[in-house]
C-alpha cells in the first residue's frame, strides 16, 4: 500500500488569497488525483495529474482556479486561487496503484481542511 | 456515462449484529472496479474492499465482504457482527478501464452508519 501524507491538514484563510497544498507519497505513482469534498457531499474529482504533463481537469473546474503541479513521481501540490467562501472544503490527493496480479487500489491522503472565511 | 447510487442516506444497526449497504452502478465498459471507502468524522477515507468486473468469487475482507450481482449491477457491502466504531461514512465508488490504469473513480453520494450499544 502507498503512504500518503498532505499539508497543510488544516487552513483557515481570507477570501481572496490563495494556498497550495502538498501530497507527497512514499513510492512512485503514475497517476494522482486531487478530490474535493464538500460539508455533507460526496468525493468529486477535480482534477487527474500525470508526471511531466497538464493535468486533466473535470468539467467545472479550470486550471486558473486550481493549478496544479506534479514535477515528480512522489509529489504534486493543488493551489486554491482567489478563494471565496465556497471552497470550504476537505481536499484529497489520491494515488493509484496498478497491480495486474491482484487488482488495482486507490489510496487517500489524510485530507486539507480549509475554512474560507 | 458511468453513474454510481447509494440509496440509503442513513442507516442504524445493533451492535454485534450484520448490516447491508446498497450500491447500484451503470457502466458501459465491460471491464471496472468496484470500491468500498470509510470515512470517520475525522475525515480520512479507509479503503475496505475492492471487487473486479471479471472476478468469480465475491471479495471478502475480514468482517467486509462484497455481494457483487453482476446481471443488477449491484455490489452491496456486507459488515458483519458490527461494532461501535463502524459507525461512519461508507462510500461506494467505481472505475472503469481496469487492469489499464489512469481512469477516474467517481464516488456515490454515501450511506451514514450508525452502530447501536
Known amino acids: 500500500s502507498a503512504v500518503i501524507s498532505q499539508k497543510p491538514s488544516r487552513d483557515i484563510c481570507q477570501r481572496g488569497t490563495s494556498l497550495t497544498i502538498q501530497c507527497q507519497v512514499d513510492?512512485?505513482?503514475?497517476?494522482m488525483f486531487w478530490y474535493r469534498q464538500q460539508p455533507g457531499q460526496s468525493l468529486t474529482l477535480i482534477a487527474t495529474?500525470?508526471?511531466?504533463?497538464?493535468?486533466?481537469?473535470e468539467s467545472g473546474f479550470v486550471i486558473d482556479k486550481f493549478p496544479i503541479s506534479r514535477p515528480n513521481l512522489t509529489f504534486s501540490t493543488l493551489t486554491v486561487s482567489n478563494m471565496s467562501p465556497e471552497d470550504s472544503s476537505i481536499y484529497l490527493c489520491?494515488?493509484?496503484?496498478?497491480?495486474?496480479?491482484?487488482?488495482?487500489?486507490?489510496?487517500f491522503g489524510p485530507g486539507t481542511r480549509l475554512t474560507v472565511l | 456515462a458511468q453513474k454510481i447510487t447509494q440509496t440509503q442516506p442513513g442507516m442504524f444497526v445493533q451492535e454485534k449484529e450484520a448490516v447491508t449497504l446498497d450500491c447500484t452502478y451503470d457502466?458501459?465498459?465491460?471491464?471496472?472496479?468496484l470500491f468500498w471507502y470509510k470515512q470517520p468524522s475525522s475525515g480520512e477515507m479507509i479503503f475496505l474492499i475492492y471487487q473486479g468486473s471479471y472476478d468469480q468469487q465475491n471479495a471478502t475482507e475480514g468482517r467486509y465482504s462484497l455481494n457483487f450481482q453482476k446481471a443488477r449491477k449491484s455490489a452491496n457491502l456486507v459488515i458483519s457482527a458490527s461494532q461501535l466504531g463502524d459507525s461512519a461514512m461508507y462510500f461506494c465508488?467505481?472505475?472503469?478501464?481496469?487492469?489499464?490504469?489512469?481512469?477516474?473513480?467517481?464516488f456515490g453520494a454515501g450511506t451514514r452508519l450508525f452502530v447501536k450499544a
Open positions: 457502466t458501459s465498459d465491460p471491464s471496472y472496479g
Open positions: 495529474a500525470n508526471q511531466g504533463s497538464e493535468a486533466t481537469y
Open positions: 513510492s512512485q505513482v503514475t497517476m
Open positions: 489520491s494515488v493509484e496503484h496498478l497491480d495486474r496480479g491482484r487488482r488495482n487500489e486507490q489510496f
Open positions: 465508488a467505481m472505475r472503469e478501464g481496469e487492469g489499464t490504469g489512469g481512469f477516474k473513480t467517481i
